[in-house]
């Protein structure tokens, strides 16, 4: 089987209502989505996604996905798709770094492996069934009112997890939101608090010594060196994220006793190859990991689903859809969706979800052997 054709499609993904992540100081409207279908002299295609939270979260750059596909493409016409780490091999070779240019091609490939070995991904990825997973809520940062009420209105839809974006400038605020959000959690509701990397290393232990509250904290500060630094002083345990990129990434936090858990997330790790080592490995040191995407559409968020349903029990926490956020759905109805707080991947061979042409509207750009 050979890759006959690449074409890409570039979509706005225009969010519900503007977000505020970090204390205020990023603001998101609309996300710029890559959708990329490959096609083999088999007649069999597979779809992916690539879709950065905007350009001021991660350094990732929504356009910066379709050039680096231009460069790569001409390399991977030719490949058998199936051979996933050596198709890993030739982007890593053609293009090293920029992993989230990568993902959406990989996701594609592993689409089309589901499909001709007529398994779903979960599947293929170790799960022995469709376990729903749990969804936790995103809950924008705000003063602590504004959140607790989204907090409420969340549970209403069936979310028992919460992502409670704090980390600003302002360190009585900080605590004041996280003393009231935890003291207001209903029963047998969880929180994670998502720093989403504001605070600096002394506002970081400032803030967490003098809480009460022992729950999650996501991504505390920038760095590595930071987080581990922080992690050493305070008695939560600390869920890394941003600064996560490689294998070695990785590697170095376990080391350090950096952290109790990650995220998980393909676009920011290069697609589903990637993603599912570094899982591996979160399974191997007893991590707990929330598996989601960076962004996107259910396209992006199904793919995440398949491989948080293929991760024990014990070593995952629960996914956000990112779906939920927008105003539009190029799949319509289709994928992992949340069902009274769970959701479950599809059981067809493969990813299980396919674009409407009619969302996509013409391709951005074709290529072809
Ligand atoms: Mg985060």
Redesign the pocket.
Known sequence: MKITRITVWQLDLPLNAPYWLSGGRLKFERLDSTFVRIDTDEGVCGWGEGCPWGHTYLPAHGPGIRAGIETLAPALIGQDPRSLDHINRVMDIQLPGHLYVKSAIDIACWDILGQVSGLPLWQLLGGSDATPVAVNSSISTGTPDEMIILIEQAAAKGYTVH?AKVGGTDIAADIARIEAISAALPAGHRVTF?V?RAWQPATAIEVLNSVGARDWV??PCETLDQCAHVAARVANPILL??CMHSLQDHLEAWKRNACEGV?VKPNRLGGLTKSRQIRDFGVSVGWQMHIEDVGGSALADTVAIHLAASTPDANRLASWLCHYHLATDPVPGQGARNVSGFAAPPSSPGLGVTPDPAALGAPTAIYEG
């Open positions: 992502s998502d989403n996501e991504q994220d941003e995220k």
